[in-house]
């Protein structure tokens, strides 16, 4: 199994130099040459199996000789070990026909966990059988940075950074990357907004000198690995109501497209999707591209739901490398234009996305009253990224193919918006209810390359 780049210059590794590389150097992100095809019958066979063994059966072709049979199913048994309910990503039932496919039972309760406790057990396997080390620098809207944090906290061969927009987290995700006590992790509260992060750290691996001096590594959702691991999780949902027999539609909170491009592979894979609901906050491009409006960043606002506040969405290249035909030239292209400030997709381009993606925005309000009403009609306290998802799969809903929304983060990730919405306040559960007591360790850092670049030197050097 060859990995390829979306912009077609980078050279084709295999999966494991994928992974541990990130971003191509020719700036676009590694996707399989062919997605492996799961027939009828081995989607029919996964219904009742333990999610571990729906994980493996499902990624297991992507892998190719990157890692043995065994070594792959013990990775994927400590992954999933810590999380806090033995169904891993249990189906809720909201209405008739609705369902939320709750992935916040993690760690730090968001469904980063689901790829980054993934991605943390194959690097440490990966590099004690190179004898080698990396360093891992990532940028967060919130729920990425704690989640890898606490996935590769400890590991030897291992240095952590996480940039994160400083002021513009919630105070949850905030005292979870700052309160970890491995000596190998750190947060670092950046003077920007999460795009600003998102941008410094393209330029980190563009700097080649930096990139092969500390060994960078990447874990951001660019990173292949992680949008596999979230491919089966759409798997496990849609074989509960009745894939392959059945086809069911999915609306997915979305910032960086990481996690809906995840069920986009499912689709191809062959699992019966109808609809891949894309939905928005109030910054809304995706939701502007995916009507036809082109793709024109603008300001990013803060907003409730702050892990989908985003202009920059760097997976939405995956999207248009198959859109466009694998034609890593024209990918490129747009790349460029985007630099300037957007570009229009291509009439043949815009069909076949609309083949497989639809999309809605919810604003504040509507997420408030969402998250209110929610509650009223079923007792389900949404967080407000869950919340915009619900909103949205409502206006998509069609009355004979199951929806299923996913949930993103659990409610108590999110205190100050859930309660103001339902006067509720949201308790963490028991493993992290000293949180607050906890203390914190940062560094607020400008939001410059080479003062980053310098910092993170340094720190590895001591
Ligand atoms: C990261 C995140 C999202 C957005 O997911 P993408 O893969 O970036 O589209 C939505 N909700 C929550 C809670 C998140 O942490």
């Known amino acids: 199994m060859k990995y390829i780049s979306t912009r077609g210059q980078a050279p084709e590794l295999t999966f494991e130099e994928a992974m541990l590389t990130g971003l191509a150097r020719d700036g676009g992100l590694y996707v399989p040459a062919e997605i492996p095809l799961m027939s009828a019958d081995d989607i029919a066979a996964l219904s009742g199996l333990p999610y571990e063994e729906v994980a493996y059966r499902v990624m297991r072709p992507f892998l190719g000789d990157s890692f043995t049979d065994q070594e792959f199913r013990d990775i994927i048994a400590r992954a999933y070990a810590g999380f806090g309910h033995v169904a891993r990503a249990p189906l809720k039932q909201l209405e008739p026909n609705h369902f939320l496919l709750e992935l916040f039972h993690g760690p730090t309760l968001a469904f980063k966990d689901f790829a980054m406790q993934l991605i943390g057990q194959l690097f440490e396997v990966a590099l004690k059988r190179r004898g080698d080390s990396v360093t891992i620098v990532g940028a967060t809207s919130g729920d990425t940075g704690s989640a ?29 990357m700052t309160t970890p006590t491995a000596a190998n ?12 992060c998102q ?14 001096g500390v060994k960078l590594a990447g874990v951001n959702s660019i990173n292949f690995a992680r949008v596999l691991a979230q491919v089966v999780y759409y798997f496990t949902a849609a074989a509960s109501l ?9 609306t997915v909170p979305t910032g960086n497209f990481g996690d809906i491009f995840a069920g986009f ?3 191809q894979m062959g699992l019966p999707i109808d609809q891949l609901v894309v939905a928005t906050n109030q910054n809304d491009i995706l ?23 985003i202009q920059v969405s760097s997976n939405f290249e995956r999207a248009l490398f198959y859109a466009y035909g694998q034609d ?6 747009l790349m460029d234009e985007l630099k300037e400030g957007g570009f229009d997709v291509s009439q043949g381009a815009m069909q076949l996305l609309a083949d497989t993606f639809v999309s809605g925005r919810a604003s504040e309000e509507e997420t408030l009253a969402t998250i209110k009403a929610e509650y009223a009609a079923s007792g389900e306290l949404l967080c407000p990224h869950g919340a915009v998802g619900v909103k949205v799969a409502q206006e998509h809903r069609k009355a004979d193919v199951p929806m299923i929304t996913l949930a993103t983060a659990h409610p108590a990730k999110f205190p100050a918006a859930v309660e103001k919405a339902s006067d509720v306040h949201p308790p963490l559960p028991t493993r992290m ?6 203390s914190e360790r940062l560094t607020r850092i400008a939001n410059d390359l080479g003062v980053l670049e310098d910092h993170i030197r340094k720190t590895i050097a001591q």
């Open 148 to 176: 890898a944090m606490e996935a590769f906290a400890g590991l030897e061969a291992v240095n952590v950074f996480i940039m994160y927009p400083h002021g513009r987290v919630s105070e949850v995700q905030r005292r979870q």
């Open 185 to 196: 992790v750190h947060a670092l509260a950046v003077d920007g907004d999460f795009d600003d």
């Open 199 to 212: 941008a410094r750290l393209k330029d980190m691996f563009n700097d080649f000198d930096f990139r092969d």
């Open 242 to 250: 009745g894939a392959p027999y059945r086809k069911v539609s999915f």
């Open 265 to 267: 592979i499912a689709k």
């Open 287 to 309: 939701h502007r591209c995916l009507s036809g409006k082109g793709y024109y960043t603008g300001e990013t606002i803060p907003s409730i739901s702050p892990s989908m506040d």
């Open 328 to 333: 890593g030239k024209a990918v490129a292209q």
């Open 433 to 438: 209810s000293d949180l607050y007591e906890r």
